[in-house]
Each structure stands twice: as structure tokens, then as C-alpha cells.
């Protein structure tokens, strides 16, 4: 294989390479980052990629090939570089890096102890900020669910700190038994922090400890003839042993161990993870990955717990797997910062863990399997569209990015446009664009919003290409279409047409009408493909979908103009007033679903005003739900 050619702005760079632990991005001549690595030495491992270059797999060969930069950030130590590394990923999702499909991120239990009041709040991202965290938690649902009940129990402060301060009266937390008014300073701060200190235990998992210390302060008042004070310990008592009976799982954030592992084959794996809980599986997750420049099992097995584990999954104290990686202490390191306490890596070679960890990888195996026949299948199918749409549309060659436009309003109004795109075989979210039309729309004149539309996506690319935006806005705007979709008729294509010309291009436009689904081509007739047509179905699967992405889009806008109208009916309701209700809620529908105890906490809002403004909104909300039923 012959020899890759160094590009010179790496060139440069690689004789002043510090030999310091660190991480490193590769960016291609746009400044889209590529790819993100860490080294204990930035020196020898990026000078490693270039002196060994001819020998390198295809994968690695392409990201070379493509790479124009490269850019080094020197850390303390290893494990340094391996949080940075993850940050990084998540920051730029570089498409050659190992990279999870499933983003999802687990829910947290925050309290910082350092606040005057302390408060228990739900957060999806934990943070280096000093507070106590507790989690996360794999049910959201069921969290918020025994929220209320830990509330009854832990009757803690949920308003801001600006409420808190205005004082009393207390809100309707206080009278529904789910706040100790420390505004309306109906409890001590004594008596407020040995509360949290009961709260912090329970939700550490001292149950016992903190129920025996509750009954003797509950038998102490009672002692004391206090009966009221005893009674709300009572009832604090029976609120914990209720969730401890029927809810405690939930509070479970870690426990016993995960089996993972990864199947590996081509540019494609598959990952799993076993949940072992007291020595029984009770669930399994899988996954699909995009490989990008890796092939080794070891490597695409570390980015995965690096990805899974740091992106909010649960963090157990154990995590078997099916091979012992290099880097165990610095990965087990990283985990065990993310957990709170020490975690283990373990690779089991005999016994009921070895049984186990091979059990996990089939699972992986299997799940591998799957995918590939399914993606076998949609790029035959996609192949087999392309190819009819070659045909019949007279192109040069199969279309392999194929972008769709569609427009949204209400009689003109809040007009969106939506970009979609289709790109290899499949649809591609991440390069999906939304635009809100800037000139006047007539209502009806959807073409010159489409002109508008086309013409602002067009130029973009025409001035990444030649060097007019910023490195961080030309991401993504490198590409041309190779076919344009464009949702409509004969006044939609003959707007596209006029765009291409005033810009000098020739990229191949049809236009797809959904009366009778008919082609919409430049000087001929309108095409009718029979409606089993593979090429007809991709088509209109790209329409359907930009119509789906700019309705949501034009929904949003409608949504938040709606509050903004709606809010100046209401008496009472002034300038000043009105932006802390658009800013705290943003729509009719959340401010209703938060009710009028969260209208309350906002400073200036008493209570009359705040069921005013209740029940005005959620009559709107009841009649709109009403039509579109």
C-alpha cells in the first residue's frame, strides 16, 4: 500500500508534539473534528498514526486521508485525558470514534448542604459543583413518582431562593403537607437541617438507622406531651415505611454488578449489559454502535463503558468482562469517580462469572446478527430505489445524498421551512435543518417561502466551500445534494429552478405532489410511478419526513406566540409579569401542567392571581384539546 502524504499543516506540527499525557483531534479542512483520542504521550501516539500509515486497516487509512489538522490539549495524568477524551465525544460526536446510538441520560437526586435551606432537586447531569448526588436512577417515571411521598415524609423547600425570601404567606406545598414553610418561619433552621440529615440518610440507604431515631423523638414529644409535634413524626414514620415497603427499588441507584460486552464485526458491533442483582440477571440493554476508525474488541469494549457508564447509566461496583484491558486502572479510576466509591473491572476466566460473561457476549453475537441482516436488507432496498430513481429521473449517476424541503404556516404565519436528509441508505437526523422564513409570506405562496428556503441552504454550502464562514459554522454545510426534494407542486419546482439558476448550479430537483403523488420534473410532464415503486416509497418517506420535522417546528413557534397573546388577556398580568411567566414555563401546556402552586412560587404572584391565571389557561388548553379530538 503506498505511502499517505502528510498534510502540512500536520506536518508542522508533529516535531513540537510535547511527550505529555494529554488528548488529541483530528479535523478535517472544514474544522469539523473527526476524531478524538487520548496517549499517555501525544508525541508518540500521533506521530505513530503517520509512521506507520501504509500498514494502518482501511478504517484508520480513510480518517487520515481526510484529516488536514490535528490539535493536542496536554493534561495531569492519564485519567485526565480520559474524562476529557469522553467530554470531548460527547461535545463533537466525531464520526469516526466509537460512538453510542442511545443517548439517553439517567435522572439524579441533588442537595447541595451548603445552602442555607437545602432543597432536593431532580437534575439530568452530574455535576463537579460540590452538592450531594444520589443516583442515577434507570425509572424516571417511577422516581417522580415517589418524589411526592419522600416530600410528605421529608417535608423539604422547592421554591427558588428569590420566593424564599419574599416570606410569607406560605404556599400551597405548606397546607398540602409537602413543605415545612421555613419562608413563613414556621420551622428552625435546627430543626430544617436535622430534617435534610434525615433525608440524606434515607436516600443513602440508612433506613433503619434513621426510623429507630425517628421513634425514640417520636416517643421523646410524646413524652413531653407534645402530641402535635409527635403526630407529624408519626406520620413522617409511616410515609418512609410505606416507600421502603413499596417503592425502595427504586431508590436503589447501584448495587451488585454488570456483564458487558461487545461482537465486533467489519465497521459494525453490537454491545450488552447483564444487570446482576443479588446474583440474578434482572435485565439486559443492548446496542447497536458506530465503529468508526476502530477494529479491536478491546478498544470499541473501553469507549463503550466510557460512553455508557459516563453518560448516566447507573455505575455498579463490579463490571465483568469477556477480555482484560490495557488501561484497566485508568478506566476503573474514571468509573469510580463517576460512582462516588471504588469499582472493579473484572475479567473472570473460570466459574458462575466466566458461565456469565459468555452468556453476555452470544447475546452481543446475536444482537450483531440481527442489525446486519437488517441493514443488509435496507441498503438492498435502498440500492434498488436509487436505482429506479436514476432511471426515471434521467440522472447521472445513483443519487446517494438526497435532501427534502417542505414548508409550514397557519394562513402565513410563524412560516418554517424544514430540511431533511437521506445520505447513504438511510435518513440522516444530525444533518436535519429548520429555517424561519425572514421575508413575508403571502398566505398560500408556499414557492417563495420554498425559494427563500433553498436559497439560504444553497448559499450556505457555496460559502463554507469557499472559505467564508468560520471554521464552526461551516460543519455539516460541506456537502451538495445530489437530488432536491421538494414538497409540492409545479410553483414549488419552477421556485427551485429559478434558485439554481441565480446561484449556477445544476443539481437534479423534483418536486412530489401529494394529491395524486406525482413527479414534478423540469420541461415534462408530470411522472406517475406505480405506487409499489421502491424509488416512489424512499421519496416519499423523505417528504413525509420534512413535513413531520418543520410541522413540529411551526408548532413550537405557534405554541410560544399563543402564551405571548393568551398572557395578555389575563388581569393583572403586566410586562414585567408576563416575561417571568414566558421565561420559567415557555408554553400554555407545561405552565398548565405544572398547576398553580409553580405560578405561585414566582416572585410577584399571589395566590388569588395565580389560580386566576390557572384557570383562564387551562380552560384554553381543555378547549384545544377538545377540537383537535
Not at 408 to 419: E, F, L, N, P, Y
Not at 486 to 506: I, Y
Request: hydrophobic share 40%; proline share 7%.
Amino acid at each position: 500500500m503506498s505511502k499517505l502524504p502528510v498534510p502540512p499543516q500536520i506536518a508542522e506540527t508533529l516535531p513540537h508534539l510535547p511527550d505529555r499525557p494529554g488528548v488529541y483531534l483530528y479535523r478535517n479542512r472544514e474544522g469539523e473534528v473527526l476524531y478524538v483520542g487520548k496517549a499517555s504521550s501525544l508525541r508518540d501516539r500521533v506521530r505513530s498514526y503517520w509512521t506507520g500509515a501504509s500498514s494502518l486497516e482501511p478504517r484508520k487509512r480513510r480518517l487520515l486521508e481526510e484529516a488536514a489538522s490535528v490539535e493536542t490539549i496536554v493534561t495531569e495524568d492519564a485519567l485526565e485525558a480520559l474524562i476529557l477524551e469522553a467530554t470531548l465525544i460527547k461535545l463533537h460526536r466525531p464520526r469516526y470514534n466509537v460512538r453510542l446510538r442511545d443517548d439517553k441520560q439517567y435522572p439524579w437526586l441533588r442537595i447541595d448542604l451548603r445552602e442555607e435551606w437545602p432543597r432536593l432537586e431532580l437534575v439530568r447531569r452530574r455535576r463537579e459543583d460540590g452538592a450531594r448526588y444520589f443516583g442515577p436512577y434507570a425509572d424516571a417515571g417511577a422516581l417522580k413518582a415517589v418524589l411526592p411521598t419522600i416530600r410528605r415524609a421529608f417535608p423539604y423547600r422547592s421554591c427558588s431562593d428569590r420566593r424564599l425570601r419574599q416570606g410569607p404567606p406560605p404556599c400551597l406545598y405548606y397546607h398540602i403537607g409537602r413543605c415545612s414553610a421555613p419562608c413563613a418561619g414556621y420551622i428552625t433552621r435546627e430543626d430544617y437541617h436535622r430534617m435534610v440529615k434525615g433525608l440524606v440518610q434515607f436516600l443513602s440507604g440508612q433506613d433503619d438507622a434513621l426510623l429507630k431515631d425517628l421513634k425514640r423523638e417520636m416517643e421523646a414529644k410524646a413524652a413531653e406531651l407534645k402530641f402535635e409535634e409527635a403526630a407529624r413524626l408519626r406520620d413522617r414514620i409511616r410515609n418512609l415505611e410505606r416507600i421502603r415497603a413499596e417503592q425502595r427499588a427504586v431508590l436503589r441507584s447501584t448495587a451488585h454488578r454488570d456483564a458487558v460486552a461487545v461482537a465486533v464485526e467489519d465497521d459494525l458491533a453490537a454491545a450488552c449489559v447483564f444487570f446482576v442483582r443479588q446474583g440474578e440477571v434482572e435485565g439486559q440493554e443492548t446496542f447497536i454502535l458506530s465503529v468508526g476508525a476502530e477494529s479491536e474488541e478491546k478498544s470499541i469494549l473501553r469507549a463503550f463503558l466510557q460512553q455508557y457508564y459516563g453518560e448516566g447509566s447507573p455505575v455498579p461496583k463490579e463490571i465483568l468482562l469477556p477480555v482484560d484491558l490495557e488501561d484497566r486502572a485508568d478506566l476503573e479510576a474514571f468509573l469510580s469517580r463517576l460512582r462516588g466509591s471504588k469499582v472493579h473491572l473484572r475479567h473472570p476466566r473460570r466459574g458462575e462469572a466466566r458461565r456469565l460473561v459468555e452468556l453476555v457476549l452470544e447475546n452481543a453475537r446475536v444482537r450483531l446478527a440481527q442489525e446486519k441482516w437488517r441493514r443488509d436488507r435496507s441498503r438492498e432496498k435502498a440500492e434498488e430505489a436509487v436505482a429506479q430513481l436514476k432511471e426515471v429521473l434521467n440522472l447521472p449517476a445513483p443519487p446517494r445524498r438526497i435532501e427534502g424541503f417542505d414548508i409550514s404556516h397557519t394562513r402565513g404565519g410563524q412560516a418554517v421551512g424544514a430540511m431533511t436528509v437521506w445520505q447513504d441508505g438511510a435518513l440522516a437526523p444530525s444533518q436535519y435543518r429548520k429555517f424561519r422564513i425572514q421575508g413575508p409570506i403571502t398566505p398560500g405562496d408556499d414557492p417563495a417561502a420554498m425559494k427563500e428556503v433553498l436559497h439560504r441552504r444553497l448559499r450556505r454550502t457555496l460559502d463554507a466551500q469557499a472559505g467564508l464562514l468560520p471554521p464552526g459554522e461551516a460543519e455539516g454545510w460541506s456537502r451538495l445534494p445530489d437530488l432536491i426534494l421538494l414538497d409540492g407542486g409545479e410553483g414549488q419546482l419552477s421556485a427551485g429552478l429559478e434558485v439554481l439558476r441565480a446561484l449556477n448550479l445544476a443539481i437534479p430537483i423534483v418536486a412530489l405532489s401529494e394529491e395524486r403523488e406525482a413527479l414534478h420534473l423540469p420541461g415534462r410532464e408530470p411522472l406517475l410511478l406505480p405506487r409499489e415503486a421502491p424509488g416512489l416509497h424512499l421519496l416519499q418517506h423523505l417528504r413525509d419526513e420534512a413535513h413531520r420535522f418543520g410541522l413540529g417546528y411551526h408548532q413550537k413557534l405557534r405554541s410560544r406566540r399563543a402564551f405571548h397573546s393568551l398572557l395578555d388577556e389575563i388581569p393583572g398580568i403586566g410586562p414585567k409579569r408576563k416575561r417571568a411567566l414566558i421565561q420559567h414555563f415557555g408554553s400554555v401546556r407545561a405552565l398548565v401542567e405544572a398547576g398553580p402552586e409553580a405560578i405561585e412560587a414566582l416572585p410577584g404572584f399571589p395566590r388569588s392571581l395565580a389560580e386566576r391565571v390557572y384557570r383562564y389557561l387551562a380552560e384554553e388548553v381543555r378547549e384545544e384539546i377538545s377540537q383537535d379530538s
